[in-house]
C-alpha cells in the first residue's frame, strides 16, 4: 500500500495540472469533496479550489494529506478501490494488453476527436461519458488465450476508461466479450475497420457504449495520447 501511495503522489507532484490529477484520484476513489473535506477538516471550497487551479499548487504536505485521506476513507468503506488497485500483475497476459491514465479525464466527445474516430453507436453517449485512460487491446489473444479471470486487469485504475481492440475483422468478438463482462468500458474503439457487425452494434446499442471506429496508425495513437 505505501508504494502505491508514493506512485499516486508522485503523479500528482510531477503533474503539469496537479489540481486536475487530484480530481482524477479523488474521482477514481468514489469521493465527493464535501466528504472528503470533512476528512481532512477543510471546507469543500478549499477542495474545489485546488482541483479547479484556483489556489495555487499544494506542496508535499498537502499532497500527502490528501493521499492518506483516499486511502482511509477507502479502508472504511472495506478497501473497495484498494482491493483492485493492488491487485497483483500477471506477466503472460501484460503482453495481451497496454493501459494509460489521463491526468486529467477527457469528454467522450473530445477523445474521440484526439484519434480521428468515427461513431457508429450510441453518438448521443458520447457527451456524457468520461474518459479517464485506455487500454490498447489485442483483440484476438484476449479472446484466444486470455483467461477470462484476467479480464478486469485490462481495467487499470477504473472501468470509466476507452478500449481500443486492434486486430479487428468485424467488432463481433470484442463486443461479445464485453457483453458477458460485469465490468463495461465508457467506451469501444475498433481499430482499422469500416464496417461493423450487426450483432456488435446491437450489443453496443443494449450496453449503452459508444463505438468509434479509427484507422489512425496505432503509433500516432500513443503519441497522441500519452502526452495526457
Partial sequence: MEKLKFEIAG????????????RKWRE???????????????SSSTISDYESSRRKSPGAGVISRFVDALFEIDKSRGNIVLSKLSLPLNPEVEQYYETHEFASPFSGED??????????????LLKIKKVYGYTLVDSIK???????????????SMAERAFIFTKV??????????????MKPSIVVLHGIEQV??????????????VLTTKLDLQKIRQTLNKF
Avoid at 503523479?11 to 487530484?22: A, R, V
Avoid at 476513489?29 to 477543510?42: M, N, T
Avoid at 475483422?169 to 460485469?182: A, N
Wanted: glycine residues 4%.
Fill in 197 to 210: 457487425d450487426e450483432l456488435a452494434l446491437k450489443i453496443a446499442k443494449k450496453e449503452q457504449i459508444p
Fill in 28 to 42: 477514481i476513489f468514489q469521493i465527493s469533496q464535501i466528504e472528503l473535506a470533512k476528512h481532512l477538516k477543510i
Fill in 142 to 156: 484476449i479472446i484466444m488465450e486470455m483467461p477470462t479471470d484476467q479480464y478486469h486487469k485490462l481495467y487499470g
Fill in 11 to 22: 503523479e500528482i507532484t510531477l503533474s503539469k495540472n496537479p489540481g486536475s490529477t487530484m
Fill in 169 to 182: 475483422s468485424t467488432g463481433r468478438s470484442p463486443l461479445v466479450v464485453i457483453r458477458v463482462s460485469p
Fill in 111 to 124: 477523445f474521440a476527436k484526439l484519434i480521428n474516430s468515427q461513431v457508429v453507436a450510441n453518438d448521443e
